[in-house]
């Protein structure tokens, strides 16, 4: 009796080719040497070939690499893929903003929203993570539990995604209408900051998207030991999710306060490398009506950032389905602002911004989990 062992389980599923669009300019010079595609001494001159089609021109194909050898062109395909993540929702404001939700892989989704006329022309608002684990209680997203970190292909497809969607290829140097970019989506950078940092230098390539340090701006919610690597690391200007001025509401609003209080929050921004009047912290300060919104609590910003080159944007509070939370009155957010002002720093009041598509600051959260967590609501009400 013969016997035949059924062996297919245990072989190894072959690895998807890797999306060049994620590795740094070294770590793709690495790459061509490693898939043998051109000998390490010339390397370095194919990875700058490849590179500006990649992400000056924008190029998903291989095959459109002109001054690339059309064998050497085959084999980079064979090895390597420049695919688009998924598109599953396109969506336009009445204000002109626009929201992605892209599928990366299967259970993978993330929203990426284009805001017209922020910074020199207009702001790209990406994510960093799928979730995220800071549950704070003003945030949308803040509910979506973590289901994993980014990696630097995924975070640079987002601004892809987006200058495909306003026809910005090749990348033009003048009259863009994607001028800066703000990680200020989902997730908490900070947690997530070697995919990060490589994404950055990716973005501020002066041969690729070529999109300057200084209009780059991360936003962290205080994970203090990372913030001066974050400035060394990167050189992008920094912004602060800070919404309180002292530690016991801000330990409820955002609950990592516990963990990195305000004094060690600011002894950690002030040794943020470069800050000065040309490079000044952005402090992120949500308006809630009747919880951080008095004249008292704008003296006591005040107070607190006293010393540290900055400017605070005034949020209204965007609101979302199942919050407690209200947003201020617009007089309220006034004289809050006027007292800022009057102790010479900038407030600008943020316009809100695609509210009508749930794509405002702090309302970002991917499709398949507002879905679940209506259903969820749905079946509890009907349990009551």
Not at 44 to 66: C, E, N, P
Request: charged share 25%; hydrophobic share 40%.
């Amino acid at each position: 009796m013969s016997v035949t062992l059924d062996l297919s389980r245990a072989q190894p599923k072959p690895s998807a080719p890797v999306n060049l669009t994620g590795l740094t300019r070294e770590g793709l010079r690495q790459a061509l040497i490693d898939a043998g595609i051109c000998p390490p001494e010339k390397a370095k001159m194919r990875a700058t070939q490849v590179w500006r089609w990649i992400h000056h021109y924008g190029v998903t194909d291989f095959g459109l690499m002109s001054d690339v050898a059309k064998e050497t062109r085959a084999k980079l395909a064979e090895a390597f893929t420049l695919a688009r993540p998924e598109i599953v929702e396109r969506q336009v404001s009445k204000d002109g903003t626009r929201k992605w939700l892209i599928r990366t892989a299967p259970g993978i989704e993330i929203e990426t929203v284009y805001i017209p006329d922020v910074g020199r022309s207009g702001a790209l608002c990406v994510s960093s993570q799928v979730g995220c684990t800071l549950n704070c209680s003003f945030c949308h997203t803040g509910t979506q539990k973590l289901v994993r970190n980014l990696t630097a292909a995924e975070i640079v497809a987002q601004v892809q995604v987006a200058r495909d969607d306003l026809d910005e290829w090749p990348s033009p140097k003048e009259d863009r209408r994607l001028s800066n970019i703000v990680f200020m989506g989902m997730g908490e950078p900070l947690y997530n900051l070697d995919p990060v940092a490589d994404a950055v230098d990716i973005i501020a390539d002066g041969e690729g998207i070529a999109i300057s340090r200084r209009r780059i701006t991360v936003s962290t919610s205080g994970v203090v030991p990372m913030i001066p690597e974050l400035g060394e690391r990167t050189g992008t200007m920094l912004a602060i999710s800070l919404h309180a001025t002292n530690d016991a509401l801000r330990d409820v609003l955002v609950p990592l306060n516990k963990k990195y209080p305000l004094v060690q929050l600011m002894d950690a921004i002030r040794a943020y490398p470069g800050l000065g009047n040309a490079k000044r912290v952005t402090f992120e300060y949500v308006m809630l009506k009747g919880v951080n919104d008095s004249p008292d609590e704008a003296r006591a910003l005040v107070k607190l950032i006293g010393g540290i080159p900055a400017k605070i944007n005034l949020i209204p509070f965007n609101p979302w389905p199942g919050t407690d939370y209200e947003c201020s009155d617009w007089k309220t957010i006034e004289r809050f602002a006027a007292v800022l002002n009057k102790a010479g720093y900038a407030s600008p009041i943020r316009t809100p911004r695609g509210r009508d598509i749930l794509a405002a600051c702090g309302q970002l959260k991917s499709e398949s989990e507002k879905v679940r967590a209506s259903a969820l609501r749905k079946a509890e009400q009907a349990a009551a």
